[in-house]
């Protein structure tokens, strides 16, 4: 499968810049870039098993984001976050492309793990960089810092 998955560059590193301020979406956002990483290392295997391995790492990354997505709802939904329905929508829209991307990977279309990868990328970059600052800046802006603590103690 090596042959014909991306090179290093569709690998994401963790970076300071990505840290939003809320530790549990900071938190997951961090297992979501080495879930990411690591379906990228499974791509790289040069083995008879790396198929598999790239597919049971994209069936982790499905559930891991929805996961995440969930999360990130609850959040808004409880500091009352007035772009909480587009933010969500953007969640359903990326989380069904993965779906359908990953449902195209099999050994006799070669080319899907390398776009498979970069969709992921660019995606989930966006998804922190872009979308969840809105949701960052609000929460700053709105001094919600009690509401979140009952979030993160349970």
Same mark, same amino acid.
């Given at each position: 499968?090596?042959?014909?998955?991306?090179?290093?560059?569709?690998?994401?590193?963790?970076?300071?810049? +990505?840290?939003?301020? #809320?530790?549990?979406?900071? /938190? !997951?956002?961090?297992?979501?870039?080495? %879930?990411?990483? &690591?379906?990228?290392?499974?791509?790289?295997?040069?083995?008879?098993?790396?198929?598999?391995?790239?597919?049971?790492?994209?069936?982790?990354?499905?559930?891991?984001?929805?996961?995440?997505?969930?999360?990130?709802?609850?959040?808004?939904?409880?500091?009352?976050?007035?772009?909480?329905?587009?933010?969500?929508?953007?969640?359903?829209? +990326?989380?069904?492309? #993965?779906?359908?991307?990953? /449902? !195209?990977?099999?050994?006799?279309?070669? %080319?899907?793990? &390398?776009?498979?990868?970069?969709?992921?990328?660019?995606?989930?970059?966006?998804?922190?960089?872009?979308?969840?600052?809105?949701?960052?800046?609000?929460?700053?802006?709105?001094?919600?810092?009690?509401?979140?603590?009952?979030?993160?103690?349970?």
């Amino acid at each position: 499968m090596e042959k014909n998955c991306p090179n290093e560059h569709y690998s994401i590193e963790w970076d300071d810049r +990505f840290e939003l301020g #809320i530790p549990l979406i900071d /938190s !997951q956002h961090r297992n979501l870039v080495r %879930i990411t990483d &690591n379906l990228y290392f499974a791509c790289r295997k040069n083995s008879e098993s790396a198929s598999c391995r790239f597919i049971q790492a994209a069936r982790e990354l499905i559930d891991y984001i929805d996961y995440h997505f969930n999360t990130e709802e609850k959040l808004m939904l409880l500091l009352e976050f007035p772009e909480r329905l587009n933010h969500k929508k953007e969640h359903e829209d +990326f989380l069904q492309e #993965i779906i359908s991307r990953s /449902s !195209q990977i099999n050994d006799e279309n070669p %080319i899907v793990p &390398n776009n498979f990868l970069r969709f992921l990328k660019e995606g989930i970059l966006m998804h922190i960089t872009v979308s969840d600052k809105v949701f960052t800046d609000f929460f700053q802006n709105q001094r919600h810092h009690d509401k979140l603590k009952l979030v993160l103690t349970g």
